[in-house]
C-alpha cells in the first residue's frame, strides 16, 4: 500500500540541491541541476553529479514531525547503485541525508521550484 497523499503533500515537487557536505556544487550540477524530485504517489527520482535515482518514499514522524524516508535504485557513473535517505522541512528548506550502498553519503540542503 502506498503512502497517504496527506502525509506526503509537503514534500511533492521539485527541490533544487544548493548544498551537500560531500561534493562541492560544481560537481552537483556537472550534468544537470542537482534535485529531488517526490510525487504523489509516493515515488520520484533525483540527479546530482553522475549520481541518479528512482525513489520509493514514505513519510515517517519523527519527534512529532514529518519526515520522508526513501529507498532507490539508479547509478553512480554508470554503475549500477541503490541506497537510502531521508529528509525533513525546516524553516521551508528540505535537508537531509543520502546514503550509497556500500559507498558514499552527504548531507543535503534544497529548496523547492516554484
Known amino acids: ?16 540541491i544548493n548544498d551537500m557536505e560531500t561534493w562541492d556544487q560544481e560537481y552537483v550540477n556537472i550534468e544537470t ?3 529531488f524530485t517526490f510525487k504523489k504517489d509516493g515515488t ?3 540527479q546530482f553529479g553522475l549520481v541518479q535515482g ?30 537510502r535517505g531521508w529528509a525533513m ?8 541525508r543520502i546514503f550509497i550502498h556500500l559507498g558514499d553519503d552527504s ?7 516554484r
Do not use: T, Y
Open 33 to 35: 541541476r542537482g534535485h
Open 54 to 83: 528512482e525513489m520509493d518514499a514514505r513519510v515517517e514522524f519523527v519527534g512529532g514531525k514529518g519526515r520522508i524516508e526513501f529507498s532507490w535504485e539508479g547509478e553512480d557513473e554508470m554503475d549500477l547503485a541503490s541506497g
Open 44 to 46: 520520484g527520482h533525483f
Open 89 to 96: 522541512i525546516e524553516n521551508g528548506e528540505l535537508r537531509g
Open 1 to 16: 500500500m502506498k503512502p497517504a497523499k496527506a502525509k506526503l503533500k509537503p514534500f511533492i515537487g521539485q527541490w533544487l
Open 107 to 113: 548531507m543535503f540542503r534544497a529548496r523547492r521550484l
